[in-house]
């Protein structure tokens, strides 16, 4: 109970911090770019930190760690991926797309390609992608409360809901960029001292050290466990082995001691097996069984190989389409900013990458019984405190929950108010009231969909964002920045191909989910086909549709590749909404800049 | 929307000293204004190019041309030895599995290849095209500013 008092007090200074940081933010917040874009006027490392900070969501902080304990060494391209698409951002995209002067994503859309029929379909697709990433956010905030504090899930995902919308109504872009710049810190720190503290514990602890997470063969519980299931699993058994089994295996009720033989059992919901010390674990059906798998690549053949390969796709190109990261770039004050802005978030990225690969190979060697419920989002969290059986682990545990409680916030604000600037702007007539209430609007349907909607796996969620956005709005940047011939004709079929595609995957997997049927790698891991062919269907299109290419194509080149001090570049915001007081600012900016 | 047209500016009166440096566009001065001002010391001088990429005629086509070629190429080579460089790991574990075995400092090769390694590479090609791409346009405005 005491560490229970220790999270639940983190949480709440964590969220304390967030309204004041968010308070201090958005004082004089209050015209429209204001909201929508901090009034472009964020220094790159400063922005750089506020994009870690949204973008190391839970998937980051939770997921990385539990997919390195659960499938190994292929699991690292995850955060390789997730930090080469930083890579790809900066080479391509960055600097024109912020001299685009767009203010949301389907304005660049509209801006370069004249016409807003395909402003209208960006828009869609950037509430869908926006909601699709933000429901899995709330929901696991709900479990990851209800995990160490014992609070009922809905009231987690209503916290995050209230704190992040109290900040988004306050100062818009302005309140969160402080936020979120604060969070990153705030994350790194609580990744980075509980992996230092454990990871000595690992090695200096005699007989549990580093050999026996080497040792080949079948993995064995070091004491003896109970597992209780959350929901129905598949488990792998590949030697004969005894337990003690209380509830449903394979259909029929079971209580008391067994004895299984190779091959996979369904345990039903709220079963709970003992294991005695020494006894191989049984694994969640999909992830390797053997310790000799999980600790070398590519093991799965080439049916692995495709999914390594789509992985690398979908995270290299899919990071620069989503929205969300997306508007945080048009916060910069100009291309050169916005450049160094990306150079700055792989920085950052890359020193936290370092500590939940450390986190998911300790957690092998002692939580090995998440493998058998397949909930291994929950190793950093649950590891402190199983290493360390006192106030120590109490305490680290307290900062790792804070830290998970903060991803929540800062990914959640991020996605919220890139999802209210679209609507403000597109829907409704894009006056500070209307954002106020396209953040209440954005903010309820989230969490009514995330208290409807069934919980579902955090890390295939994401892989089918990065997929969807890397299928279509990364299609749309690259060709629209780099080539003249593009059409929205064309960047309208690729979208609607791309995007078709990517979402017939996601049925696909849905239904295999439901009836048990394993999906193939293509349906799970769609990119390295739906991007290709995203691509070709815009080219091919635009080709065909020629003469609708627009008549200043040049012009707007000019003004996306123009070196910053010729000043091409102009804010549409300030032309759609500029304020008085907006434009003097503006042009001191302008002038005062000097080349370096 | 005032999209296609000019990037709209602010009233700004002529200063007298350009007016006789630069006689032949004078006429157009008034209209041409706004997009040059952005730094008050190159005013005069960068105009006539400034006009011309603007415009677009043949030679500011050319110069911003030659400018998004220089930079799309730098990025794709960047990009693409990049990309090379870690999606041959995969095929390379895959056909050498013995790679598996090597140990370096007690912790197995590819554990270091990927778990360590790609973050400064990473970084550091993306320094390498933050310089290449700035001096890039240094170059440019330098041209311009002829």
Redesign the interface.
């Known amino acids: 109970m005491t560490g229970n008092l220790w999270s639940l007090g983190l949480v709440v200074v964590v969220a304390a911090l967030t309204f004041l940081l968010g308070y201090v933010g958005s004082r004089r917040a209050n015209t429209t770019p204001d909201f929508l874009v901090a009034r472009r006027a964020i220094p790159a490392t400063r922005n750089a930190a506020a994009i870690s900070g949204e973008y190391l969501s839970a998937a980051s902080f939770l997921g990385v760690a539990g997919l390195v304990l659960k499938d190994g ?1 292929d699991a ?2 995850y955060p ?1 991926g997730f ?2 698409g ?3 951002m ?3 995209v960055a ?1 024109p797309l912020r001299r685009s002067g767009a203010y949301t994503l389907p304005d660049f859309a ?2 370069r390609l ?1 016409s807003a029929n395909l402003r209208r379909f960006c828009t869609f697709f950037v509430i869908c992608i926006g909601v699709l990433y933000l429901v899995p956010q709330l929901q696991s905030a709900g479990l990851t409360l209800n995990t160490i504090t014992g609070l009922p899930t809905w009231l987690g995902a209503v916290a995050v809901t209230v704190i992040v919308g109290v900040n988004v109504l306050g100062g818009g872009m302005r309140a969160i960029t402080l936020v979120q710049a604060f969070q990153y810190w705030g994350k790194l720190f609580a990744i980075a001292a509980p992996t230092f503290v454990l990871f000595t514990v690992f090695l200096a602890s005699p007989g549990n050290g ?1 050999k026996s997470v080497d040792e080949g063969g079948v993995l064995r519980f070091h004491q003896d466990v109970e597992v209780t299931t959350a929901e129905q699993v598949r488990v792998r058994v590949v030697e004969p082995m005894e337990l003690t089994a209380v509830g449903t295996v394979n259909g029929a009720p079971a209580d008391g001691h067994a004895l299984w033989g190779p091959g996979t059992y369904t345990l039903g919901k709220g079963t709970t097996l003992s294991f005695a010390e020494g006894s191989p674990v049984p694994v969640v059906e999909g992830s390797p069984t053997g310790n000799e798998q999980w ?5 799965g053949g080439l049916g692995g ?1 495709f999914e ?2 789509s992985l ?1 796709f979908a995270t ?1 190109l899919g990071t620069m389409g989503l929205p969300h990261v997306l508007v945080r770039f048009y916060t910069n004050p100009d291309g ?1 900013a916005a ?2 802005t ?2 700055h978030v ?2 950052l ?3 936290f ?2 500590f939940p ?1 450390v986190l998911g190979v300790i957690s092998r060697q002692y939580l090995p019984q998440l493998l058998v419920t397949g909930k291994t989002d929950a190793a950093v969290l649950l590891l402190p405190g199983t290493m360390q059986p006192n106030l120590l682990g109490q305490v680290l545990g307290a900062i790792v929950a804070a830290g998970a409680f903060a991803a929540f916030l800062s990914t959640s604000s991020g996605l919220v108010v890139s999802v209210a600037g679209v609507v403000s702007t597109d829907i409704l007539p894009g006056k500070v009231r209307d954002f106020r209430w396209a953040t209440v609007l954005t903010g309820a349907v989230a969490i009514g969909l995330a208290l409807l909607l069934p919980r579902g796996d955090a890390s295939l969620t994401v892989a089918m964002s990065f997929a969807l956005a890397a299928s279509t709005f990364c299609p749309l940047l690259l060709l629209g920045i ?1 080539w003249r011939g593009l059409t929205w004709v064309g960047a309208m079929a690729g979208m609607l191909v791309g995007g078709g595609l990517v979402l017939t995957a996601l049925a696909v997997n849905v239904v295999s989910t439901l009836s048990g049927w394993v999906a193939p790698a293509l349906s799970t891991q769609p990119a390295l086909v739906t991007v290709p062919v995203a691509f070709l269907t815009m080219i091919m299109i635009s080709k065909l549709t020629g003469r609708r290419r627009p ?2 194509v ?2 707007i ?2 003004r996306l ?8 570049m ?1 804010d ?1 915001d300030v ?2 909404f500029g304020s008085a007081e907006e ?1 003097p600012r503006e ?1 001191s900016r ?2 005062a ?1 000097p ?1 370096n | ?4 047209s000019g ?2 500016g ?1 009233p700004d009166q002529p200063q007298p000293g350009e007016r006789d440096a630069w006689p032949a566009v004078s006429a157009r001065k008034n209209r041409r204004r706004r ?6 010391r190159g005013r005069g001088r ?1 105009l006539r190019t ?1 006009i011309e ?2 415009e ?1 005629t043949s030679v500011g ?1 050319k110069l ?1 041309r030659d ?2 070629k220089q ?2 190429k730098t ?1 794709f080579l ?2 693409g030895g ?2 090379l460089l ?2 041959s ?3 390379l ?2 056909l050498l ?1 013995g790679l ?1 075995d090597v140990e370096l400092l ?1 912790v ?1 090769l ?2 270091v290849l ?3 390694l ?3 590479l ?2 550091g ?3 390498a ?2 310089r290449l ?2 001096s890039h ?2 170059d ?2 330098s041209s ?1 500013d002829r």
């Open positions: 060494i690292l391209w390789i930090t080469a930083y890579l790809a900066m080479l391509f600097a509209e801006a004249g580093a600790l070398r690549p590519q093991t190989l390594t390969y690398i290299f050169k450049r160094r990306a150079l792989m920085y990225l890359g020193l990458y370092l690969t780099w008549d200043d040049n012009q080149l000019l590749h123009a070196p910053d001090p010729l000043g091409f102009r549409r032309q759609r434009k042009d302008d002038s800049r080349w | 929307m005032s999209r296609h990037p709209p602010q997009v040059v001002l952005a730094d008050p960068v400034i990429l603007e677009q086509e911003i400018l998004i930079q799309l990025a960047l990009g990049t990309l870690l999606a790991l995969p095929v574990f895959y599995p598996a007690g197995r590819p554990w990927l778990g360590l790609p973050f400064p990473l970084y090609v993306g320094y095209y933050r791409a700035e346009e240094h440019f405005v311009v």
